[in-house]
């Protein structure tokens, strides 16, 4: 299959965008929100919503460094900024007009430095026992490759699945001003729950086309099997994948503000996925298969 023949073509396009996105994280950084860095965010409510530019302006006027105003239902206004005191907190609210206080909470740097570290080690405990699985599921595949190569052909999908797409919400939150919150991790988190199971079904393909070559004797080459297993998962994985594309758009078109971020990356996400599962995993396997035979 076209997939395995022309494998350089997918690496070669796999890490231009890993370079990319590499690149937006060393050179611009992340655009934290408070979850992370620590602030105070006011929900709040008005009978009849003012334009966000008029709240806008009023948040400049009062000079209180960075913020954020993101529209909450049909009534609310989210309003991010640095840590506030309880008189700062009071004069924002009277700036605003006086509006309902739905909530006003502030996140100290040091919850929101504790809410990154644990961040960060969610999403590598979940790859480590992603892989345990994966190799763990092939233990009995060991010819031609042996089965830890699976488990590493899926370490390279996944972060192949996260880095860029937080290469995107860099860039996003670089020129646009998106900013990286926890639904972005439990986004990256369910994107790399799909990825597996998208690649596992492809690579379970492969180790069942293995068993039936072996109980019939047939002498295939280890790269058109893989390559006949991706041909025989590719309409499912698409389908599979537009399904939830589908969903996916109507949430962050007719969906609330507060989940438009959220849809967008998981809608990257998907799209990543689905590519890493038929266009970087399997012809990984086949690359390790070529290296083998040196």
């Keep these: 299959m076209y997939v395995i023949k022309y494998r350089k073509i997918w690496f070669i396009l796999s890490a231009i965008l890993i370079a990319l ?37 009023k948040m400049r006027a009062l000079n209180l460094g960075g913020f954020s105003v993101r529209p909450s239902g049909d009534l609310n206004y989210i309003i991010r900024t640095q840590e506030l005191s309880v008189e700062e907190g009071t004069s924002l609210v009277n ?17 929101g430095s504790e809410l990154k570290s644990k961040a960060i080690k969610a999403i590598a405990v979940v790859v480590l026992m992603i892989v345990l699985f994966v190799t763990f599921a092939f233990r009995k595949v060991s010819k031609p490759v042996s089965s830890w190569k699976y488990g590493l052909s899926t370490i390279v999908a996944l972060a192949h699945d996260v880095i860029i797409p937080t290469g995107v919400f860099v860039f996003l939150g670089h020129f646009l001003g998106v900013e990286i919150d926890l639904l972005f991790i439990t986004g990256l988190l369910a994107i790399l729950g799909y990825s597996v199971h998208d690649t596992i079904v492809v690579f379970d393909r492969v180790r069942e086309n293995l068993r039936i070559n072996q109980t019939e004797h047939r002498s295939e080459e280890f790269d058109m099997t893989v390559g006949k297993s991706v041909a025989q998962t590719f309409g499912r994985s698409i389908n599979t994948s537009l399904t939830i594309f589908i969903t996916l758009l109507a949430l962050y ?15 990257i996400g998907i799209i990543i996925g689905t590519y890493s599962s038929i266009f970087v995993a399997s012809p990984l396997l086949v690359t390790f298969y070529k290296w083998q035979k040196k």
Excluded: C, H, M, W
């Design 253 to 267: 078109i007719f969906g609330s503000v507060a989940t438009k971020d959220f849809a967008l990356l998981l809608i």
């Design 95 to 111: 700036a605003l007009g006086d509006p309902i206080v739905e909530r006003q909470n502030t996140i100290g740097p040091t919850a």
């Design 21 to 57: 996105s590499l690149y937006a994280v060393f050179v611009y950084g992340f655009n934290l929100s408070i979850d992370f860095k620590g602030g105070t965010l006011t929900e709040v409510k008005y009978t009849e919503r003012p334009a966000q530019t008029e709240i806008e302006a």
